[in-house]
């Protein structure tokens, strides 16, 4: 059975603060990984990662792949109370390109 | 269009009414999308489709569920006969179709039932 587990579910901190957040992933036919950002609405997009140790990055957020040890992080530096919002992890699966998402990282950014 | 637009917003209905729900995807883009979020959860797959074609169905949780595309365009998401686990948000997502392509979610439609 497909498997996204997302660490931690909830996090709280300070404006300033660096943060990781985690993924691992058993899912088949395993194509790319994708992260979004979910405030009030819609996921919005924020990367997505097709190879191992290449870092994508934008802005203060950057994320790697690890496609022997089935893992992904999402890093944000200098975080901001912009930033708070349930962050989702999904791999997207061969064929129908389908995502499987995780239960999703609720980040709290406090000024 | 510019984004993912879906209709209603919001939608109330008794236990054992029919509802539809519909999706606006991207101007152009081949392959469309629709997720159940419940409250605290992921969005969970439901169904697929390429242009007209529905290639994957897999995710509906039963025969009350109904997907159409009939142009390559809009689609919509019937459900019949809701019940309350029903209650959740709709989420419908479109991308260009070619391999390796984000996918673009709508604000969804929260549907809560009575």
């Known amino acids: 059975e497909d498997k996204v587990v997302q660490s931690p579910l909830s996090l709280v901190v300070h404006e300033g603060d660096t943060v990781t957040l985690n993924c691992s992933y058993e899912?088949?036919?395993?194509?790319?990984l994708l992260w979004y950002k979910q405030e009030k609405k819609a996921p919005t997009f924020l990367f997505m990662l097709?190879?191992?140790?290449i870092e994508k990055k934008s802005g203060r957020l950057s994320s790697i792949l690890d496609k022997k040890e089935l893992f992904s992080i999402l890093n944000i530096t200098a975080t901001q109370t912009g930033d708070s919002a349930v962050y989702l992890c999904a791999p997207a699966q061969g064929g129908s390109e389908k995502l499987v998402f995780g239960k999703g990282t609720k980040l709290t950014v406090n000024p | 269009g510019a984004g993912v637009s879906q209709s209603p917003r919001y939608k109330v209905a008794k236990r054992g009414q029919d509802v539809a729900l519909r999706c606006d995807p991207i101007s152009g883009h081949v392959s469309l999308f629709w997720y159940q979020q419940a409250l605290g959860q992921g969005p969970e797959f439901l169904t697929y489709?390429?242009?007209?074609?529905?290639?994957?169905k897999s995710g509906l949780p039963s025969d009350r569920f109904f997907a159409e595309r009939p142009e390559g365009s809009v689609s919509t998401l019937k459900i019949q006969r809701t019940q309350q686990e029903d209650s959740a948000v709709y989420l419908c997502?479109?991308?260009?179709?070619?391999?390796?392509?984000?996918?673009?979610f709508g604000d969804g439609t929260r549907l809560s039932i009575l």
């Open positions: 489709f390429q242009n007209e074609a529905q290639l994957d």
């Open positions: 899912v088949t036919n395993f194509r790319s």
């Open positions: 097709t190879s191992s140790g």
């Open positions: 997502a479109s991308s260009p179709g070619a391999l390796n392509q984000p996918q673009h």
